[in-house]
């Protein structure tokens, strides 16, 4: 057993020419911290991408890499880490990452910090825990989560950030004349409305493409189930967060009254939060994110899914690739994957700050078979992080 001896959080901010999601529109400004608010989700974003990285260190020298999300108020995050949890965690052995995580979720229960800021940070912990646990064994996390069952994760181009429909058409083809043929269209930015994004992108893409639509919880049950019903006849790949997340009687509602599979899962943290909503029948798909969850709750959450016949699609969002490395290689222990978001805006540019071991090409990924998550920030990257 080697102990944690160091627990530290950084930011790491990364410039972008075009905001997530494509330029701002009509009525979109941002504010001087380039905070601004899509008008489609209601959601906050910023102008440039920004993530949160925290870094363990044993006392044989190992050093474990984790994520979780920064792009607002990161060090509401970062000083959970360095205030609260690091402490606890120094003097533990990462190989108990998963006992770590539910010792550290139990400080804060009473309070109801079941969710949010706090869990992220906790995300982004466990991440580096098993992270280290891998380098001190020498296996990586899929071998320490019982052994890879897949070797390559087949991916969905997720995402057309293009100012029109007809843009985002042509866009799509360009991805598919490179070998990608399962695509997700976001209805925050379908300016002329979700059937005609999914009638447009079927006539181009053709009768073999997989095409699904978010929906951005932007719906009631009512006009949900009937947006998705008149997106079916161009066969709806599945229809992603139709309604608020709250309101998981409605969520079954929806997923009792359409023939589509109902996908969600990217907001949550825990088993908890999934649970509440596979009871009531309201889930076909299921997309945890990586850096909400870290590796424990992610592996709790696509067991439970695969033991009640629920199929695994991972979240992608905005990152260095270290959470995307790490969802990756625990979904390849998984046995309920059938793939992965491809986030093209965030994935492509994060070459050069971590190693090599994550690739996408042609449709499918691959993460290397080396110690830990598979990857490590490059030099390049460190030099870029942020002490918080
Ligand atoms: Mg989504």
């Known amino acids: ?118 869990l992220d940070a906790l995300a982004a912990v466990d991440i580096a825990l098993w992270d280290a646990a891998g380098k001190e064994a020498g296996k990586s996390v899929a071998d320490l989560l019982g052994g890879r069952l897949h070797d390559t994760v087949p991916c969905y181009v997720s995402g057309l950030p293009k100012p029109t429909l007809e843009e985002r058409v042509a866009f799509a083809l360009e991805w598919q004349a490179k070998g990608y043929n399962s695509f997700k269209f976001a209805a925050t930015v379908a300016d002329d409305g979700n059937v005609k994004e999914m009638s447009e992108l079927r006539a181009a893409l053709g009768a073999d493409a997989k095409i699904s639509c978010d929906m951005h919880w932007a719906h009631t049950p009512e006009s949900a189930i009937e947006n998705i019903q008149a997106m079916q006849p161009y066969d709806l790949w599945f229809a992603e967060a139709p309604i608020v997340t709250e309101d998981m009687p409605g969520l079954a509602k929806i997923a009792q009254a359409v023939d589509t599979p109902i996908a969600v899962g990217e907001e949550w943290r825990t088993l908890y939060d999934a649970n509440y909503r596979f009871d009531l029948n309201a889930v076909h798909i299921v997309q945890p994110e990586m850096g909400h969850t870290g590796i424990t709750e992610f592996a709790r959450i696509a067991r439970e899914a695969h033991s009640r016949g629920i199929p695994l699609l991972p979240h992608a969002t905005i990152g260095s690739g270290i959470f995307l490395a790490a969802s990756l290689q625990t979904g390849l222990a998984m046995e309920g994957l059938i793939g992965h978001e491809f986030q093209h805006s965030i994935f492509n540019r994060n070459t050069g700050l971590i190693t090599d071991g994550l690739k996408c090409s042609e449709g499918a990924y691959t993460v290397a078979d080396s110690p830990g998550i598979g990857i490590e920030p490059t030099e390049d990257l460190i030099s870029q992080l942020e002490p918080a």
């Open 1 to 118: 057993m080697s102990r944690v001896v160091k627990v530290e959080p950084f930011i790491l901010t990364i410039g972008r020419d075009t905001p997530y999601l494509g330029a701002l529109r009509k009525g979109e400004e941002k504010n001087e911290k380039g905070y601004f608010v899509r008008k489609g989700n209601k959601t906050v974003y910023l102008d440039k991408d920004r993530t949160v990285l925290v870094r363990v260190e044993t006392e044989s020298g190992a050093v474990g890499w984790g994520e979780t999300y920064g792009l607002v108020a990161p060090r509401a995050t970062t000083e959970i880490i360095s205030d609260l949890v690091a402490d606890f965690v120094v003097g533990r052995d990462p190989a108990d990452a998963a006992g770590i995580h539910d010792f550290l979720y139990d400080l804060m229960r009473v309070r109801g910090y079941s969710g949010g800021f706090y």
